[in-house]
Structures are given as structure tokens and as C-alpha cells.
């Protein structure tokens, strides 16, 4: 196997942290992509991966994304993630989260931790039991925390509004087809958002009883999860996993529109040129998407209430802009015209 810096997403990479705990069985990566504006900030995903090589790619492609995402959502922090490799059932034990929660506080806040795929509040509440740095707990009263899901899902309801106000000119969703893949937190709150605008929700998700749920929530139509994103629809909303994006998924997409929560959607760079070659609208992921990060920033960091997050991710829809006005005036894709903006913001420009 490559070691890690030949990977190709190594990316100079500050620190990559190999978690092992014979007795609880936790085996985790903790990667730091940049600490050029803060400490590094990012979730934890639990995930059953094909191979340790997968998980490292994943644990790679996703510090980097929050570097960017980090970035670009104007935050005092740099990018990091944590995976824990999972076996087949996901098991998740009070021990596992013990020994992560105590390889986060040997890291000593340069990596400050919240939730991903995989984890909950209720982890986070374990983890926070070995370690200070960590965020999305619970909110009490006024306070800022909890669930970053929600927040995730406010923003790229405003982000996919803002998509459909510039490639179909209409300020509205009601009456248009929303394909949304994934059933989970971000796609849920997503779906209940657009659901009460008037739009048209079609979903799918591998798990049966969550997509059923939402469904049921929101009056969507269920669609198998092979034919979503080719989908007639105005706005695909990929909200599951990442790398969904590739030559032969942007070949089938019918949408006009690609806008979803998704870490890390673009299979290969090049991919952010299929879709611009396509004439599809795609909104950066990590740009559209950090609704979550800004209010656990906020609550980690602390100085701001409920109204100041809002405040914050009520912005992204005008970032979105900016990005797309660029891309036009440049000719060069919305993904690569984020990508130089965010690099040049952590100090690789
Ligand atoms: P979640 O675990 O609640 O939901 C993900 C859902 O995707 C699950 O229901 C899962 O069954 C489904 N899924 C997996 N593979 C699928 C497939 N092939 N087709 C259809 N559905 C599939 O996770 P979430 O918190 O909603 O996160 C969704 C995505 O958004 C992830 O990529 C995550 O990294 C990203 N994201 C989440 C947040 C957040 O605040 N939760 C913030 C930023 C980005």
C-alpha cells in the first residue's frame, strides 16, 4: 500500500493521527488538513469502508473539504475530520467513543471534533466526557449547539433557492421537482423546507424504513436509489455520500440543476467541468453546505446567539453568487472557481 503522503489526496496534509485501542476495538484516522486559520474543525464519520485505503482516502477528502468549507464560511478555523472504521453492523460502543474522545484530547484542541454520517448528539455527549474539544452538545435555553443537521439543511434550502433563482429566474419553489438523494438529517430537513414551499419531492435512500418516514412526512414519491439522480427533475439534491458525481452519473443527470448537502459530491476534479460542459448549475458543495459547521463554530467558540447563526448562513446564497458570476466571467467551473478562492484563503492560493 502508498503510504500516506502518495496519496493522491494527501494534499500537504498538516498532521495525519492513526488511532488504534486494543481493547475497544476503536480504529480511527484523524487528519488535519490546515490549520492556517484556526484549529482544525471537522465531524467524525462512522463508516464501515472496503479497505483501510478507503478510509484514508475518505478521512483525506473530507479534511481538505473542511479546510475549504472553513474557509470559505469566513470561521477562525482550519480543516480537519475524523473517521472511525467501522465493521459491517456499525457497531459503536461507550468504549470505542471513550478511546476517540481521549485521542481528540491528546491532539490538545488543535482538532475540535462535532458529528457526521454515523454519530449523534448522544456520542458527542460521551466524547465530551474525555475531551473539551468537542462540539454539537446539547443546547440549554438560548444557547447555540445541538444537532448541526438542521442548520446544514437551512442552507442549502436557501442555496438550492438561490440556484433555481439564477438558472430557471424564479423566486420560488412551489410547482417544481426537487430529486433528493438520501433520507437522513440534512436531506430531511431539506425536504420538510421545500415541502412546505410547494415543491414536488421525490426521494430515495438504501434504508427502506427512513425513506418511508420522510415520504410519509412530506408527501414525497419514493424512487429507487439507482434512478434518483437521473431523475426528470429541476434541482438534484445529492444529500447521502460523496463521489456520486462521475463521468457516467453527470452523462445521465437530466436536471438543470445539481445543489445538495453532500461532503465532497465530485467524483474527480474534472467532473466540475462535466457538469459546466452540461450547462448544469452546480453549487460547491462545501460552500453550500455549511450551515452545520457555523453554528457549531459558534457554539465552540462562543460570542453569538441563534440570530447570529442565522445571520451567517442566511450569507451562503450570496456566496453561491459570487462563485457563479466568477465562473462565468471566467469560464472556468463553480467547484474549481471555490476551489482557488478557498486555497487562497488558507494560505495555498
Ligand atoms: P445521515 O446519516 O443522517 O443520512 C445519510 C443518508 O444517506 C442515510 O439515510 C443513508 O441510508 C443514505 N444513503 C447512503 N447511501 C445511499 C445511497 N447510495 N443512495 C441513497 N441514500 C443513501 O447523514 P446526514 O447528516 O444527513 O449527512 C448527509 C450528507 O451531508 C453527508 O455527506 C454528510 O457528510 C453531509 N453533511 C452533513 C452535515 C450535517 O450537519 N449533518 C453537514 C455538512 C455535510
Redesign the pocket.
Known sequence: MDTPWAYPDFDAHEVLQFVTDAKSGLRAIIAMHSTHLGPAAG?T?LWHYADDADALTDALR?SRGMSYKNAMAGLPLGGGKAVMLADAKLTKTPEMLAAFGRAVDRLGGNYVTA????MSVADMIAIRRQTKFVAGLPAEGDEVGG???P??SLGVFLGVKAAVRRALGKDSLAGLHLAL????????GVARLAAAEGAKLSI????QA?VEALAAATGAAIVA?AD?LSLDADVVSP????AILSEESIAALSAPIVAG???NQLATPEDGQRLAARGILYAPDYVI?A???INVSTEYLGGGDAGLVRERIEAIPARLETIWTESAATDRDPAAVADAMAQKLIGRG
Open positions: 465531524g464519520r473530507l458529528e457526521d454520517v454515523g444537532d448541526p443537521g442548520h446544514t438523494q438520501g433520507a437522513g438529517s440534512v436531506a430531511g430515495a435512500d438504501v434504508d427512513r436509489p434518483i444529500c447521502a455520500l460523496g448537502g453532500a461532503n453546505n450551515g452545520g459547521i
